[in-house]
T-cell receptor
Framework: EAQVTQNPRYLITVTGKKLTVTCSQN?????MSWYRQDPGLGLRQIYY???????DKGDVPEGYKVSRKEKRNFPLILESPSPNQTSLYFC?????????????FGQGTRLTVV | DQQVKQNSPSLSVQEGRISILNCDYT??????FLWYKKYPAEGPTFLIS?????DKNEDGRFTVFLNKSAKHLSLHIVPSQPGDSAVYFC???????????FGPGTRLSVLP
């Protein structure tokens, strides 16, 4: 089954404790991206990657890091989480270079930083 | 500056009536437009799309209209059903098949 898998689904952590949210896709997509969803602000892009070892900042990259060492995985890293990073996070993937294709989303990770 | 705008944060419609969700974009390089639907506690799911070479695309109860000169698209749901209650995101992609850009979403409530 084609899917984007995020882990964990729920996470509560304390300020400053490094964490990683994993994202994996099994569709051989080149494009992967991270979004955060906040009330009234919709989906805002954090980082995206057009292929292995190619990443770029989205609209709200501050406080986040990503890496793309393999095509299927695109982890989101919070080196020193702060309460303003409490949010609902989504990973997405798609083919690159093909306009008429949609992005597939994971189920989401609800992060609370206390 | 927001490249994809959905100016109505919420919309309420009676069951059986038409729901019209609007979206405006600013980037003339956008060539492909998508609508996503999101239920609580789930990821967004693809609903319907339209290429800039068309002005209308229909899939069952869902129709998307594109007015490229006005940089405006709309999603029509006819007839609306309570199960359509969700947040709807408008999105676009440029003609190089690069990044997706999403609007802020419109929360649709279909009242029985």
């Amino acid at each position: 089954e084609a899917q984007v898998t995020q882990n964990p689904r729920y996470l509560i952590t304390v300020t400053g404790k490094k964490l990683t949210v994993t994202c994996s896709q099994n569709m051989n997509h080149e494009y992967m991206s991270w979004y955060r969803q906040d009330p009234g602000l919709g989906l805002r892009q954090i980082y995206y990657s057009m292929n292995v070892e190619v990443t770029d900042k989205g609209d709200v990259p501050e406080g986040y890091k990503v890496s793309r060492k393999e095509k299927r995985n695109f982890p989101l890293i919070l080196e020193s989480p702060s309460p303003n990073q409490t949010s609902l996070y989504f990973c997405a993937s798609s083919f690159t270079g093909m306009v008429n294709t949609e992005a597939f989303f994971g189920q989401g990770t609800r992060l609370t930083v206390v | 500056d927001q490249q994809v705008k959905q100016n109505s944060p919420s919309l309420s419609v009676q069951e059986g009536r038409i729901s019209i969700l609007n979206c405006d974009y600013t980037n003339s390089m956008f060539d492909y437009f998508l609508w996503y639907k999101k239920y609580p506690a789930e990821g967004p799911t693809f609903l319907i799309s339209i290429s800039s070479i068309k002005d209308k695309n229909e899939d069952g109860r869902f129709t998307v209209f594109l007015n490229k000169s006005a940089k405006h698209l709309s999603l029509h749901i006819v007839p609306s059903q309570p199960g359509d209650s969700a947040v709807y995101f408008c999105a676009s992609r440029d003609n190089y098949g690069q990044n997706f850009v999403f609007g802020p979403g419109t929360r649709l409530s279909v009242l029985p």
